[in-house]
Protein backbone atom coordinates (compact mmCIF):
# COMPACT_ATOMS: atom_id res chain seq x y z
CA UNK A 1 0.00 0.00 0.00
CA UNK A 2 3.00 2.57 0.30
CA UNK A 3 4.60 1.94 -2.47
CA UNK A 4 1.27 2.52 -4.43
CA UNK A 5 1.02 5.44 -2.59
CA UNK A 6 4.69 6.65 -3.86
CA UNK A 7 3.88 5.35 -7.41
CA UNK A 8 0.60 7.83 -7.54
CA UNK A 9 2.50 10.81 -6.32
CA UNK A 10 2.93 13.33 -9.19
CA UNK A 11 6.79 13.41 -9.79
CA UNK A 12 6.91 17.42 -9.96
CA UNK A 13 5.97 17.41 -6.47
CA UNK A 14 7.34 14.34 -4.74
CA UNK A 15 9.48 15.91 -2.22
CA UNK A 16 13.33 14.06 -3.06
CA UNK A 17 14.00 12.93 0.53
CA UNK A 18 10.08 11.43 0.90
CA UNK A 19 10.32 7.87 2.02
CA UNK A 20 6.76 6.26 2.85
CA UNK A 21 8.50 3.05 3.62
CA UNK A 22 9.91 3.91 6.43
CA UNK A 23 6.93 4.95 8.32
CA UNK A 24 5.39 3.38 10.79
CA UNK A 25 2.38 4.12 10.00
CA UNK A 26 -0.97 0.97 9.18
CA UNK A 27 -3.27 2.54 6.94
CA UNK A 28 -6.83 1.07 8.10
CA UNK A 29 -9.55 3.22 6.12
CA UNK A 30 -10.27 5.63 3.87
CA UNK A 31 -13.68 7.63 3.98
CA UNK A 32 -14.25 9.62 0.59
CA UNK A 33 -16.23 13.32 2.07
CA UNK A 34 -16.69 14.95 -1.22
CA UNK A 35 -15.02 14.94 -4.58
CA UNK A 36 -14.85 17.93 -7.28
CA UNK A 37 -14.33 16.98 -10.66
CA UNK A 38 -12.25 14.27 -11.15
CA UNK A 39 -14.40 12.56 -13.89
CA UNK A 40 -13.15 10.22 -16.78
CA UNK A 41 -13.28 13.62 -19.10
CA UNK A 42 -12.08 15.86 -16.43
CA UNK A 43 -7.32 16.39 -16.31
CA UNK A 44 -7.94 17.47 -12.90
CA UNK A 45 -10.19 17.10 -9.43
CA UNK A 46 -10.15 17.65 -5.68
CA UNK A 47 -10.50 15.05 -2.96
CA UNK A 48 -11.79 15.68 0.79
CA UNK A 49 -11.14 12.55 2.65
CA UNK A 50 -10.30 11.61 6.26
CA UNK A 51 -8.16 8.86 5.98
CA UNK A 52 -7.92 6.48 9.27
CA UNK A 53 -4.23 4.94 10.49
CA UNK A 54 -2.31 2.94 13.23
CA UNK A 55 0.68 4.48 14.55
CA UNK A 56 2.43 3.46 17.51
CA UNK A 57 -0.21 1.70 18.76
CA UNK A 58 -2.75 4.46 18.59
CA UNK A 59 -5.53 4.72 16.30
CA UNK A 60 -5.18 7.98 14.34
CA UNK A 61 -7.19 10.17 11.67
CA UNK A 62 -5.80 12.80 8.95
CA UNK A 63 -8.33 14.87 7.48
CA UNK A 64 -7.02 16.25 4.47
CA UNK A 65 -8.49 18.24 0.92
CA UNK A 66 -6.15 17.16 -1.97
CA UNK A 67 -5.63 18.08 -5.75
CA UNK A 68 -5.01 15.26 -8.35
CA UNK A 69 -4.25 15.11 -12.18
CA UNK A 70 -4.70 12.92 -14.62
CA UNK A 71 -1.31 11.70 -16.06
CA UNK A 72 -0.83 9.61 -18.96
CA UNK A 73 -4.47 8.52 -18.35
CA UNK A 74 -3.89 8.08 -14.29
CA UNK A 75 -4.65 9.86 -11.43
CA UNK A 76 -2.03 11.28 -9.66
CA UNK A 77 -1.68 13.43 -6.09
CA UNK A 78 -0.08 16.56 -6.39
CA UNK A 79 -0.54 18.32 -3.21
CA UNK A 80 -2.71 18.95 -0.11
CA UNK A 81 -3.67 21.09 2.91
CA UNK A 82 -3.97 18.98 6.02
CA UNK A 83 -7.25 20.06 7.87
CA UNK A 84 -6.48 18.11 10.82
CA UNK A 85 -4.53 14.84 12.51
CA UNK A 86 -6.15 13.69 15.79
CA UNK A 87 -6.26 10.34 17.59
CA UNK A 88 -9.41 9.29 16.62
CA UNK A 89 -12.60 9.65 19.23
CA UNK A 90 -10.32 12.35 20.64
CA UNK A 91 -9.97 16.07 20.28
CA UNK A 92 -8.93 17.73 16.88
CA UNK A 93 -4.86 17.79 17.08
CA UNK A 94 -3.38 20.30 14.16
CA UNK A 95 -0.13 17.41 15.54
CA UNK A 96 2.79 17.25 12.90
CA UNK A 97 0.41 16.56 9.60
CA UNK A 98 -0.69 19.91 9.96
CA UNK A 99 0.46 22.95 7.70
CA UNK A 100 3.53 24.64 9.18
CA UNK A 101 2.38 27.57 11.57
CA UNK A 102 5.85 29.50 9.53
CA UNK A 103 3.70 29.37 6.50
CA UNK A 104 6.04 27.34 4.58
CA UNK A 105 3.68 25.41 2.96
CA UNK A 106 4.87 21.56 4.41
CA UNK A 107 3.33 19.51 6.95
CA UNK A 108 4.60 20.41 10.18
CA UNK A 109 7.10 17.09 10.33
CA UNK A 110 8.71 18.07 7.18
CA UNK A 111 9.47 21.71 8.25
CA UNK A 112 9.67 23.58 12.05
CA UNK A 113 8.83 20.09 13.41
CA UNK A 114 11.60 17.86 11.58
CA UNK A 115 13.66 17.69 14.73
CA UNK A 116 11.32 16.54 17.59
CA UNK A 117 9.41 13.02 17.53
CA UNK A 118 6.46 14.72 18.22
CA UNK A 119 5.88 11.87 20.82
Known amino acids: ELRYLEETFDSSTLPPNLDFLSEDVEWTRLEIIRCKKGAATDSKGIVE ?24 NRWVYVDGAVKSAAKVGGLTNPGRNAPCPCGSGKKVKRCCGAGSSGR
Request: charged share 35%; no cysteine; glycine share 8%.
Open 49 to 72: FRAYYRSGGREQVLHEISQFRKFE
